[in-house]
């Protein structure tokens, strides 16, 4: 199976930061990569497709990046909003990262 | 618009069988794959399966023996059954539609509780 490893487990932000995450596969996966964000109680949301595509309605302050191994994930400008747990998932075979937790400092 | 809705029981016994309902509207199974993730409380997401628009279905390795996804297009309906239910399998139960090997679109879920 492809484990993918997700870093951090949690951040501490501040309104206007610039966020990154990075997501990790155990072997390579093209760009089959997508990223999620889950707000409490709410279902996961698709943001990036295919490792940098930005979902129809994503705001451009998202961004994914990378391929084979290694991706990023960057929110430029952290908003309130923006508060949730991000979960990157390969799509070779469908496998999720644990999660990323963004919180205000 | 597109939307997708799990029902089911929320209380399952121990070694009993699960079984949920994932209703969609606006689009057709023949044209889209379905799939189903599921959630542990406060914890990362785990695909157990995909039903494709041709009717093949795909399985998690982790839940092949005990794992059954099937549908019905005239209801526009896919459904899960899964057996030997533990308290393990306690969660929330999403079905997500399938989008260029994305999941675009979420169901808002199901919570499933194994106890007796």
């Known amino acids: ?105 | 618009q597109v939307q997708l809705k799990e029902s089911g029981p929320g209380l399952v016994q121990p070694s009993q069988t699960l079984s949920l309902t994932c209703t969609v509207s606006g689009f057709s199974l023949t044209s889209y794959s379905v799939h189903w993730v599921r959630q542990h409380s406060g914890k990362s997401l785990e695909w157990m399966g995909r039903m494709w628009s041709d009717g093949d279905t795909s399985y998690n390795s982790a839940f092949t023996s005990r794992l059954s996804i099937s549908r019905d297009t005239s209801k526009s309906q896919v459904f899960l059954k899964m057996n030997s239910l533990q308290t393990e399998d306690t969660g929330t139960y999403y079905c997500a539609r399938n989008w260029d090997w994305a999941l675009d679109y979420w169901g808002q879920g199901v919570m499933v509780t194994v106890s007796s």
């Not at chain 1, 990378?66 to 990023?72: C, E, H, I, Q, V």
Request: net charge neutral.
């Open chain 1, 1 to 105: 199976d492809i484990v993918m490893t997700q870093s951090p487990t949690s951040m501490s932000i501040s309104v206007g930061d610039r966020v990154t995450m990075n997501c990790k596969a155990s072997q390579n996966v093209g760009s089959n990569v997508d990223w999620y964000q889950q707000k409490t109680g709410q279902s996961p949301k698709l943001l990036i497709y295919k490792a940098s595509n930005r979902y129809t309605g994503v705001p451009d302050r998202f961004t994914g990046s990378g391929s084979g191994t290694d991706f990023t994930f960057t929110i430029s400008n952290m908003q309130a909003e923006d508060l949730a747990v991000y979960y990157c998932m390969q799509s070779n075979s469908y496998t999720f990262g644990a999660g990323t937790k963004l919180e205000l400092k």
